[in-house]
């Protein structure tokens, strides 16, 4: 179907549900009924109407579902609770749908440290197709500056809380222009103004001379929504009235074609650029982003310096004596583990504030979620890891007085990057699933807790509970743990205080006491390992839940 030319975009018997359980038909007998019986709430009820080539209005009260609407017409809804049908001349709208058509949300949701001009080129980049040559991408974009009025601060930053950038109509304008960019065929914006009043005179709601038209409506519906029986008398009378005829007249018209589809469809179309573009602009972006926002980064590394100089202050060029040798390289090293996870408590609130970006650029047709997340990964997660544990490794390794071999520094500085990884994965997954800091950090900070005390530094397995027992296996503690402590302890003897040639104790039996596996090198890799795929497993864990979310808000 071809959208090129003016077309009328029909909505029929459209409704929506909140507040609905998906239960699988098999497990409805055994369902706990507190689950089942999870209330509803009617947000659109039924509800038809048509919009002709041009503008159009929906207005009405706060919290009456206009946004709702806009939303479900623009396949911005996760399909669940929704139902009816949504045509375009007559015909269900095309896979590609979401990528020719522009949403402005009533929340400026925009990228605050780039300039206008720079969001502006961002959209035209990865929404435009490849057809497009970077010359007319240009061009777009200066059009679009040009007819929005932003020539004064086109190469101004947006703003965030912390630096300060164009005013709020500005702004919004940039939204705006981030859309027409696009040159979409329709373009859906939440809270417009306009009006038409003839019918409210014809039911004795009369519009003085110098009145605004708008807000004479809104003061109609909002003192009717007061008053149900105002509500009953206006649907009434509309139900009886000349333009409800005219109206649904036009919309059997609509649907006389053999295309009809229920609006429950299944998600499709084609993005408009490859994977590989998609990944270069926003990976872009996402380096542009952390240089001109380096606070972030900066305070990793001071935090970074200060935790490697109070270990190395504590644990300062330990001796190796039993006593206290062995005890001080035990705590240095589950402190040094305990401190790097902790530390990437700090990515949790960027994370989530960067969620409603990408869930708005998501399925606005920006990129795919693969792109967010690589370009994530890749971008920010990493580099804001490696440096700090490389300034971290180098202070606390050679003031603590840890074995100094380059083969075991290597092996120390991979544990400590792996495990900042490891803190960061869980903050990601954490940040992708719940939307409030707050409860987010409870969380994150709970389940860093468990795994501290299922190390086993601070209590032995053996004494635990049987049942408890299973959480040493999913401690990605207790591995960085052991992987540091066996890179430290084997190969060394331990000597009598102040007698440095009598070394009745080696650090394999050491190992021993901590029921740790030392014998071969894989012994020690395969805690690595372990690592690793804890890491890996709460990146892939935080990749599902983008997807689970990018429709849901």
Known sequence: MDLSSKGTLSFHNISYVIGQRQINSRCKNWYPSFIKSKPKKQIIDDVSGI??????????????????????????KDNHGVSGQVFIDGYPPPSSYKYIVGYVVQDDIISGTLTVRENLMFSANVRLSDDVSDKERKERVTKVIHDLELEACADTKIGTEFLRGVSGGERKRTCIGMELVLSPKILFLDEPTTAVLPFFNMQGYSCELHDNPGDFALDVLIDASRQPDNIDKLNKAYMKSQIYANINSLLKKQMNNDGLEKFRRKEQGVAARSRITEIYYVSQRTLRNAIRNPELFLSQVVVAIIMSLLVGLVFNNMENTIDPGVQNRLGAIFFIVVSQIFSTIT??????????????????????????????????????????????????????????????????????????????AICFFISATISTFAVALIVVVLIFVIMFLFSGFLISLDSMFKSLSWIQWISAVRYASNVLTVNEFRNINFCLANQTDICPMNGSEILIKQAMDYATVWDMWKYFFALTMMAVTFLLLAYIQLFRIKKSK
Do not use: W
């Not at 399925?363 to 300034?391: E, H, Q």
């Open 51 to 76: 919009f002709a080539s041009g503008m159009n209005a929906i207005m009405g009260p706060t919290g009456c579902g206009k946004s709702s609407l806009l939303d479900i017409l623009a396949y911005r």
């Open 347 to 424: 990515a949790l609130e960027p994370l989530i504030k960067e969620r409603v970006l990408f869930i708005h650029e998501n399925i606005s047709g920006y990129y795919r979620t693969t792109t967010f997340f690589i370009a994530k990964l890749l971008c920010d997660i990493l580099p804001m890891r490696i440096i700090p544990s490389i300034v971290f490794s180098l202070i606390a390794y050679f003031m603590t007085g840890l074995q100094r071999s380059a083969g075991q520094f290597f092996i120390f500085f991979l544990t400590i990057f792996m495990a900042s990884i490891f803190g960061s």
